[in-house]
């Protein structure tokens, strides 16, 4: 009996300190939210203050700003969507701080893997297709987007023309798979000497001679 008030005990006690723990802790997150609100809400007007003592030109500045920023993010964000598994980096920014103080994006770039699939010429021209969309997709590919878009399209001829050659080379080895074992089925069915006890001389060479023929034939 003891031992179970020992234990009802304990853990009244954890629940208690628990409790006060929990207690302790609220307040500081609040306390945090709170000041990153405020900071947030000084930051505002600092931007709000800063901006209304920019001169006509500065303004300017800052929006023409505020629309490449845009423009750069979705560039961007379009190459990154588009090229799926051959991305091997998200999307990197250069900025420019405006007159306002606040940073811009203007330049920025997704790195893509434009390597050839080496011994698979199929999968090679399903790579260049993703290379070449990715390129594109922006509403206003760059000039460097064209070149990309380009080389994808070389990459992509170069692995046509390897598959084909493939292709070549396995149908004359299965001809030639096939004219051997079309030899090895006539060797098979054709009567030996001994049992052609009836054979005239006469008629030897001339089975001899087609046979001659028809080697030539198959080997042509």
Do not use: C, W
């Amino acid at each position: 009996m003891s031992a179970t008030i020992s234990n009802s005990h304990s853990l009244a006690s954890m629940s208690i300190s628990a409790q006060s723990k929990l207690a302790n802790t609220a307040p500081a997150k609040n306390t945090e939210l709170e000041k990153k609100d405020i900071l947030r809400g000084e930051a505002k007007k600092l931007t709000q203050k800063a901006e209304q003592d920019l001169t006509n030109k500065e303004k300017i500045q800052v929006q023409r700003l505020k629309s490449r920023d845009q423009e750069v993010k979705a560039h961007e964000q379009a190459h990154l969507s588009a090229a799926g598994t051959i991305a091997v980096s998200g999307a990197r920014f250069t900025y420019t701080t405006g007159p306002n103080g606040l940073r811009y994006a203007v330049g920025g770039e997704v790195r893509i893997d434009t390597s050839p699939v080496v011994g698979d010429p199929a999968a090679t021209i399903n790579k260049a297709d993703a290379i070449r969309r990715a390129a594109l997709a922006p509403a206003k590919p760059s000039a460097q987007d064209q070149q990309v878009a380009n080389q994808a399209t070389s990459m992509s001829e170069q692995a046509r023309v390897e598959l084909i050659k493939q292709n070549q080379e396995e149908e004359i080895e299965e001809e030639i798979e096939s004219a051997e074992a079309e030899d090895d089925s006539t060797a098979d069915t054709e009567p030996s000497d001994s049992n052609s006890d009836t054979a005239t001389p006469i008629s030897a060479p001339i089975e001899a001679v087609a046979i001659s023929g028809t080697l030539i034939n198959i080997a042509v």
